[in-house]
């Protein structure tokens, strides 16, 4: 999302810094990209086209599904027949590919699940990974009830829904997919914290001699085995920053205080 302009809309500011962070995030071992053809609408996808094409073996690039952009900006759900057809077709084109590794489609709000049937837009993505434009197909911003009916028409290689020390909602859907060998991908790792959140990320932070955000992008990878990280950066420097925080060993008096913003919030809801 980074690698558009203001608004996810748009060129970069940049566009040859945002080509920079594509090679150095490959050139550092990262195999794995989260895009979208309506980041920008298209800018993204041709940017990463534009730095790394052809892409090197082992690169997995996921997309999703799901939205549309408007001309003033917005964000327009897109899930009949006709928008998954193109929004494909688009991805492939931009990518400058014949397959597409990993599509995943997005339901629900802004940033929450909301429950209802998925089969219908589902069921016209696994038509079109018959027809070997898809690999693998996965989910976002979904319920338990939502990945239980798709499991009963395609495989499900992963779900991509909004998670961090500070948003546990699916605490349990995690332990759940981890059963399965399902990934789960974080979206927002890094957002949306109380200022009261954040001064408990910042002691931590200081008591291990890393940055807050490190420390949040560490307490992810230490959460689970089958989570996968997507921190977006437009910067080679926040970019090396995330990459470290891979080799962060968060302490165990770190993690129960970490786990605690979670409590907390959780016990202020019910």
């Keep these: 999302m980074q690698l558009a302009g203001p608004q996810v809309f748009g060129p970069p500011r940049d566009t040859f810094g945002a080509i920079a962070v594509l090679r150095e995030a490959i050139a550092s071992g990262v195999n794995h990209i989260d895009t979208s053809d309506y980041y920008g609408p298209h800018v993204t996808n041709q940017i990463i086209k534009q ?22 900006k917005s964000w327009i759900p897109a899930v009949s027949r006709q928008d998954l057809i193109d929004g494909i077709h688009d991805n492939l084109r931009n990518l400058g590919i014949d397959q597409l590794d990993v599509v995943n ?39 338990p ?35 399965q060998g399902i990934g789960y991908v974080p979206f927002f790792p890094l957002g949306g914290f109380t200022p009261l959140q954040s001064s408990a990320l910042d002691r931590v932070a200081a008591s291990i001699q890393a940055t807050p955000m490190q420390v949040a992008l560490a307490w992810l990878l230490q959460r689970s085995s089958n989570i996968l990280l997507i921190p977006g950066t437009s910067s080679i420097e926040h970019l090396r920053e995330n990459l470290a925080a891979a080799t962060l060993e968060l302490p165990a008096h770190a993690i129960a205080e970490l786990n605690a913003i979670g409590e907390r919030k959780n016990a202020h809801s019910k």
């Design 51 to 72: 730095a790394l094409h052809p892409y090197p073996k082992g690169l997995v690039i996921v997309t999703k599904l799901g939205a549309r952009r408007g001309d003033d």
């Design 105 to 143: 489609l997005r339901v629900g709000g802004v940033t929450d699940p909301s429950e209802g049937s998925i089969e219908e837009p589902l069921s016209v993505l696994v038509d079109l990974k018959a027809k070997g434009l898809i690999r693998h197909l996965g989910l976002s911003n979904v319920t």
């Design 145 to 179: 009830h939502q990945l239980t009916e798709a499991q009963r028409i395609t495989e499900v290689v992963c779900v991509q829904n909004l998670y961090n020390v500070a948003h546990r909602n699916d605490d349990a859907f995690i332990d759940a997919l981890a059963q």
